[in-house]
């Protein structure tokens, strides 16, 4: 049986329900977790959204999230493993009314935990990119009977004008912004805050615009997995 999906206005709620989760979850890991944020769309404030709290967790060791199975089922997670990307743990509560879901990567997986918090911090703090995405968002909600490619039409769209409204070097300071985090990587300086403070700082507004751009993309492509998995 397939989730039933809905999309709802922003619920204040969000943040508290991210945190009371976030609680077991670091108990669960322990010392092997570094960092754990709140992500996806609830974690924007006034965003809309379909209202599945998404969490991501960043830890010294996926081996030992592995060995840790057992004891997020106690908590009504079901452990999927890579599910479909490699080097994640991906778990997910409430069958298939789902309500929470969880990402978990390595520290060093900068390609994975900078998209995801680029994405999120951009929409946090760009009201007009925010209202674009919300309205494509329930659009698509509203056509829910739509083909699989006007979908893929729909958010194409939401992606071209995002990219126009960028410099033509972004493309470099993506880069640049990609290697930063690799010099800081290599001074194991990830604490759970800290390490994600300082790389920001040095973010341009053009390369966390092409995080973004490069995180739709990505997040797309999953969508289209995902669906044809479905269809297998």
Known sequence: MSQHITVVDYNPLW??????????????????????YHIGSTSVEGLAAKP???????????????????????IGYEYLGEFGIAG?????????????????????????????????????THKKERDEYAKSKKFLHRNSLMILMDIVTEKKNLCVKLRNSLSPNLMEHGIK???????YRKKR??????????LRCNFTEKG?????????????????????????
């Open 208 to 232: 966390i615009s092409m995080l973004v751009f490069v995180s739709i993309l990505l997040a797309l492509w999953e969508c289209v997995q995902k669906e044809m998995r479905l269809q297998t």
């Open 52 to 74: 599945i709290i998404d969490i991501m967790a960043a830890v010294q060791n996926l081996e030992k999230v592995d060995d840790a199975a057992e004891a997020f089922s106690k």
């Open 15 to 36: 943040p508290k329900k991210y945190e009371e989760e976030a609680l077991l979850i670091k108990d669960i890991l322990a010392d092997n977790c570094v960092a754990i």
């Open 189 to 198: 300086d990830f604490s759970a805050c800290r390490g994600w403070r300082r």
């Open 88 to 124: 994640r743990r991906y778990l997910r509560k409430g069958g298939d009314e789902r309500t929470h879901q969880i990402h978990i990567f390595q520290t060093e997986d900068w390609n994975h935990i900078g998209r995801h918090l680029a994405f999120r911090d951009y929409m946090r």
């Open 177 to 183: 912004c990609t290697l930063r985090h690799e010099m």
